[in-house]
């Protein structure tokens, strides 16, 4: 074990396009940080790249093996001896998830429901101890699908609904153990794969509705780590929209 410079976050998916931007806004801020991904290849090129700005380990665990969240939070505390705050930015494509429902393909539901509400809450309860001890922060990300009605959305609103559910109820009740616990809820991000694989066309329509403009993932991380940092010690239960005004 190397004890940590500074306060821990664990950013799972933390390879991806938002959880990529989160960790640079979060070395800037002087977090340590533990950087979870699948792939080695994209791990490794964001832990390298990161080592400028300050500490920063790669962790590889595919979150559908077994005890997935048990090892991954085992591993950062032994590595860094602590955890302050965990973000959840772990998602996968949303093929058969999104469209019109009666096109839909309903076998795909139950991993994506896993993956938005059981891979939280296994994330959760692996890392409650540590979050107790530390007066720490459990944030997730959702969607505004899960927010708000939307045709297309039946499937992907139903499982980001469920987490939503999750985070606002475990907030009430970790906050007597001093955790507190929220969602970001983007929209349409800017320059992700999300938004190559939605389409220029598409997302220019959203754009045309969104008057502050589409946010990028870096407009979305400064809200990550004010929510995980002291300033939001009296805030728990939220979820907030990143969407440049594109719903309210
Ligand atoms: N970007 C958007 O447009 C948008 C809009 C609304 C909501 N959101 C939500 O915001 C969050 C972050 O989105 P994003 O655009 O940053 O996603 P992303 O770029 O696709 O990143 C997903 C992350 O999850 C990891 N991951 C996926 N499957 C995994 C597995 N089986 N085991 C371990 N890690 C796995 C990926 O690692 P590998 O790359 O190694 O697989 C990557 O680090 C997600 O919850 C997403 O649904 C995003």
Redesign the pocket.
């Known amino acids: 074990m190397s004890a940590a410079a500074g306060k821990v976050l664990l950013i799972a998916?933390?390879?991806?396009?938002?959880?990529s931007a989160i960790a640079r806004a979060a070395l800037d801020e002087g977090w340590t940080l533990a950087i979870?991904?699948?792939?080695e290849v994209?791990v490794a090129g964001l832990v390298a790249a990161l080592g400028v700005r300050g500490p920063a380990e790669g962790f590889l665990?595919?979150?559908?093996q077994v005890d997935a969240a048990d090892t991954l939070v085992a591993e950062v505390v032994e590595q860094f001896g602590r955890l302050d705050a965990v973000i959840d930015?772990?998602?996968?494509g949303p093929s058969g998830i999104t469209g019109l429902f009666a096109q839909a393909e309903p076998a795909a539901f139950g991993h994506f429901l896993d993956l938005s509400v059981g891979w939280l809450q296994r994330l959760a309860h692996a890392a409650y101890p540590h979050l107790a001890r530390e007066g720490g922060t459990l944030l997730s990300?959702?969607?505004d699908a899960g927010v708000f009605a939307a045709p297309r959305q039946a499937l992907i609103g139903a499982a980001r609904a469920g987490a939503i559910g999750f985070i606002r109820n475990f907030a009430l009740e970790a906050a007597r153990d001093g955790i507190r616990a929220h969602c970001i809820s983007?929209?349409?991000?800017e320059g992700?794969?999300?938004?190559r694989k939605l389409g220029s066309e598409r997302m220019a329509k959203a754009a045309t509705r969104a008057g502050l403009g589409l946010p990028t993932?870096e407009d979305i991380a400064p809200l990550a780590i004010f929510l995980c940092g002291d300033g939001a010690r009296k805030i728990t239960g939220q979820v907030i929209s990143v969407n440049g005004g594109l719903n309210a």
């Open positions: 998916g933390g390879s991806g396009s938002v959880g979870h991904g699948r792939s994209k665990v595919d979150i559908w930015c772990t998602a996968t990300f959702v969607s983007p929209s349409y991000v992700n794969d999300s938004a993932a």
